[in-house]
């Protein structure tokens, strides 16, 4: 079935590097892409979002990228820290209406070392 | 932070009985969900609102039922829980159009024995 899935479980970087953590997509019809952060005991917290008009958004510290032609988004983190670590997902909406239905990916561990 | 707050944060409970978790907002948003967060799986839809007394079906809603009298307020009810039941469970709330972000709380731990 369509799934929105990422291609890498946990990521560790140490402090300061750039973190790069990938999702694909299934659904070409998808018109809107979400990243959240998860820490431990909370719940997600909305990071960036990019529409599928769009390739590239940036935000403070991150930037997500969209290729639609491979049906890819990615999470870029500069100068990542160690608060940044924690589990991402992205999530992907099939629908076009006031009601989202979002799919969520089931996560990718970042780990950030001193 | 968006005005999410989910109680209980934690609940312990018998296989059979009745649970009810409740979502209180203050954003005046127009849809709110729930959700279940269980390892290996993505979040899933339980149900959604799209207005007081306006509810649906997510992908998993069996052995769940919602009510929404109130704007602010999404209950969830578990009629008689079962150990498959037991979970993480977040609420979310959107504004109007399908390109606002849904915002999170921190959660219901539900436990069921």
């Known amino acids: 079935g369509e799934s929105v899935g990422l291609h890498l479980p946990t990521l560790s970087v140490q402090e300061g590097d750039n973190s790069i953590i990938n999702c694909a997509y299934s659904?070409?019809?998808?018109?809107?892409f979400i990243w959240y952060k998860q820490e431990s005991g909370k719940g997600p917290q909305f990071i960036i979002d990019?529409?599928?008009?769009?390739d590239k958004r940036q935000g403070q510290r991150v930037t997500v990228l969209l290729n639609k032609t491979v049906k890819h988004l990615s999470l870029q983190i500069a100068a990542t820290q160690p608060g940044d670590s924690a589990v991402y997902f992205c999530?992907?909406?099939?629908?076009?209406?006031?009601?989202?239905?979002?799919?969520f990916g089931t996560g990718t561990r970042l780990l950030v070392s001193p | 932070d968006a005005g999410i707050t989910q109680s209980p944060r934690h609940k312990v409970t018998e296989t059979g009985t009745p649970v009810t978790l409740r979502c209180h907002q203050t954003?005046?948003?127009?849809?709110m969900y729930w959700y279940r967060q269980d390892p290996g799986h993505g979040l899933r839809l339980i149900h959604y609102?799209?207005?007081?007394?306006?509810?649906d079906k997510g992908e998993v809603s069996d052995g769940y039922s919602v009510s929404r009298s109130k704007t602010e307020d999404f209950l969830l009810t578990l009629e008689s829980a079962t150990s498959s039941q037991t979970s993480v469970y977040f609420c979310?709330?959107?504004?109007?159009?399908?390109?606002?972000?849904?915002?999170f709380g921190d959660g219901t731990r539900l436990s069921i024995l």
């Open positions: 979310a709330i959107s504004g109007q159009g399908s390109n606002q972000p849904q915002h």
């Open positions: 659904n070409s019809a998808s018109d809107y």
């Open positions: 990019i529409r599928s008009n769009m």
């Open positions: 999530a992907e909406n099939r629908m076009n209406t006031g009601f989202q239905k979002l799919v």
């Open positions: 954003e005046n948003h127009r849809y």
């Open positions: 609102s799209y207005g007081v007394k306006d509810t």
